[in-house]
T-cell receptor, first 114, second 113 residues
C-alpha cells in the first residue's frame, strides 16, 4: 500500500477563496482523521470519521471548515472562505483500530492563505 | 490550555550518546501515551506507546518511561544516531477506546555526528 495520500502538497490561495484538501486513506482502515499543525498550537485534531461517518467534529475551528467522506477511499477538507490565519500544514491520517492507536499520516498539505 | 507540554523546543546531542525527550501532562484522566516522530516535509510516524498500567516500554533503541504520580513521561534513545534527528511529538489520551489524542507541540532533536 502506498500509505495515506494527500493532495495537493502545497496550496497558495488568496483570502476569501475556497480551498479543498484531499485525502486517500490506507485501504482497510476504518478511521480517518484530519489534523492541523501550527507553530502556536502544535497538532490539533479537527475531525474524524469511522466507516465514512463523521464522529466528532468538535475540533473544527469554524463553520468555514467542512469535511466529507463520500466513500471509504476518499475524504475532503474544505475551507470557504479561507483566511490568512488558516495557513498551516493539514494532515490526514488513518488507522485500523481507532483514535488512540497507531495512526498513519500522510505527508500533509502546506496551505498558505495570502 | 496545553494539556500536553513539551517544554523544551529543541535538544542537541552527540551521536552515540543518550537522548532524553521529556513530556508533561496535566489531565489526570490521561492513561495512554504515544510518541510520534516527524521528518521535514513528511507526516508524523508512530514510534512507541505506553499504557498507564506500565511504567516502562522498550523497543530497540527507544524506551518510554511513565511516572504517573508526576504526570511525566520521557523518551530515551540509546544510542542516538544522526538519522534520529527529527521532531518528536508526545501524545496522550484518556483511555482505550475512542478517545481523542492530545498532542504536544513537539521537540526538535538534532544528533551531531
Amino acid at each position: 500500500d502506498a500509505g495515506v495520500i494527500q493532495s495537493p502538497r502545497h496550496e497558495v490561495t488568496e483570502m476569501g477563496q475556497e480551498v479543498t484538501l484531499r485525502c486517500k486513506p490506507i485501504s482497510g482502515h476504518d478511521y480517518l482523521f484530519w489534523y492541523r499543525q501550527t507553530m502556536m498550537r502544535g497538532l490539533e485534531l479537527l475531525i474524524y470519521f469511522n466507516n465514512n461517518v463523521p464522529i466528532d467534529d468538535s475540533g473544527m475551528p469554524e463553520d468555514r471548515f467542512s469535511a466529507k467522506m463520500p466513500n471509504a477511499s476518499f475524504s475532503t477538507l474544505k475551507i470557504q472562505p479561507s483566511e490568512p490565519r488558516d495557513s498551516a500544514v493539514y494532515f490526514c491520517a488513518s488507522s485500523f483500530w481507532g483514535l488512540n492507536t497507531e495512526a498513519f499520516f500522510g505527508q500533509g498539505t502546506r496551505l498558505t492563505v495570502v | 490550555d496545553q494539556q500536553v507540554k513539551q517544554n523544551s523546543p529543541s535538544l542537541s546531542v552527540q551521536e552515540g550518546r543518550i537522548s532524553i525527550l521529556n513530556c508533561d501532562y496535566t489531565n489526570s484522566m490521561f492513561d495512554y501515551f504515544l510518541w510520534y516522530k516527524k521528518y521535514p516535509a513528511e507526516g508524523p510516524t508512530f514510534l512507541i506507546s505506553i499504557s498507564s498500567i506500565k511504567d516502562k516500554n522498550e523497543d530497540g533503541r527507544f524506551t518510554v518511561f511513565l511516572n504517573k504520580s508526576a504526570k511525566h513521561l520521557s523518551l530515551h534513545i540509546v544510542p542516538s544516531q544522526p538519522g534520529d534527528s527529527a521532531v518528536y511529538f508526545c501524545a496522550a489520551s484518556p483511555g482505550m477506546g475512542n478517545s481523542k489524542l492530545t498532542f504536544g507541540k513537539g521537540i526538535t532533536l538534532s544528533v551531531r555526528p
